[in-house]
DNA sequence: GTGGTCTAGACCACC
DNA sequence: GTGGTCTAGACCACA
């Protein structure tokens, strides 16, 4: 893991983003066993407890599971990853959307600058490599 | 401002960002005076020859102008204001079909889904408040 | 409230439980403000944390909000705090038959004697005051 | 034994109860020689005292008897185990009742809801195994 | 003053 | 070794 963490908001949310993140981007797959708490919490240069509080908050979500002696696990139920990669994508899309407006820009204005960009990367897949 | 800064980028440029950004959503406006390097670098709590690489940056685009004696401006051209606008709006299409791929989502999945966000939001206004 | 902790399970839960029965008879009415964290855990001998953890819980279930700078209230929602008395009654009434089974009285045997001390007692209270 | 102690009653009383309760469970049985009342006491971490107490009390209804050299015994009236423990159930029941009155259910409230309850689990056993 | 967060460090039960 | 809990103490934002 990549552990990006900002002082702007909550260490623990943050944590349990980038691991929920993680899991759907499939880092983490589903039945698969995490580090201990220790050292995930030594990767991302946080307190133990702090980690843990993340890791708590995905465990309501249904996202882990934890076996008490042998560590804790990536649900098997991958329809509950999806629909968690669903809601991070919505979550992704609003944000944007917030975003755009700050810039000045319409939600229309901002549906229209996507399917641009969209359109503009799909003529670089189809030509080589347009950039590099 | 609200100076905002991860580890996992040059800060200058993060700096640099953020100022483009105050001054395209209006926050300094055309023609203003900025604040002097040092009261800029004490807001964002980084050293002021961080600070001053960041707004060397945007002199090179001409968004900012120093006069010699009397500080930084604004630049009066408010089309160039508008352009850096539209730029910081493409920039963050691309990043946001970029995360959305991250996501394992296509670029028409984005593109649906802003469209369906959009449709979502413009509901929410119409009817009461949608916070509540 | 009389805080009574017993050793044998976590003291978070306890008191959430604890404050969970003080909203549901009323102690702290719909709508109140509860002491702060800080005087609850003084009032039952424990860390403010400890305390904290339990507040939390019985938020994520929606029995009390927090108001930022003012406090900790309890919901206007009464029949949320009805629906909550509702589960305490079945997880007591769960409780009990499970006990009754640990002395080796069947469901059915349990129900007969509930039938029974609940008739013994509604007499007692036709007669004036059986006991005293 | 887990001996689980609250502050809010006599010791001795608790201790008693547990006893009997182990006895009238079965943990221990008709005719079988308790463990000393050091070994109980240390077990129980609490004064030895104390733990005579409680062990005096359960002598006084006649569960328990003492042979001066050899240790106490758990009697060998299996009907005066059985009445302990529908005195128990009774106590048990009456506690029950008094609990739900607390949650604001009358006595009939509580009877109806033993009485569902008891049913949902009679159902549970059939199908598979109620704890999935 | 309020709640919220984070850290450091300890102890526990389980296997 | 694992996760879970608890404490003590600090700092922050908000008003």
Redesign the pocket.
Known sequence: MNWD?S?D???????AEQLRLGIVTGEYRAGD?????????AEA????????????EL?STGLLS???????FVTRDESLIREAGRQMAREETARFLARMEGLGFSRGDALELVRREAERKDKEDQNGNGTE
């Open positions: 963490l002082g908001r909550p260490i623990w949310l943050q944590l066993r995490l580090p201990s708490v220790r050292e995930l919490a240069a946080v307190n133990p407890n702090t980690m843990q509080r993340a890791l708590s465990e934890t076996q008490r002696t042998s560590g804790r």
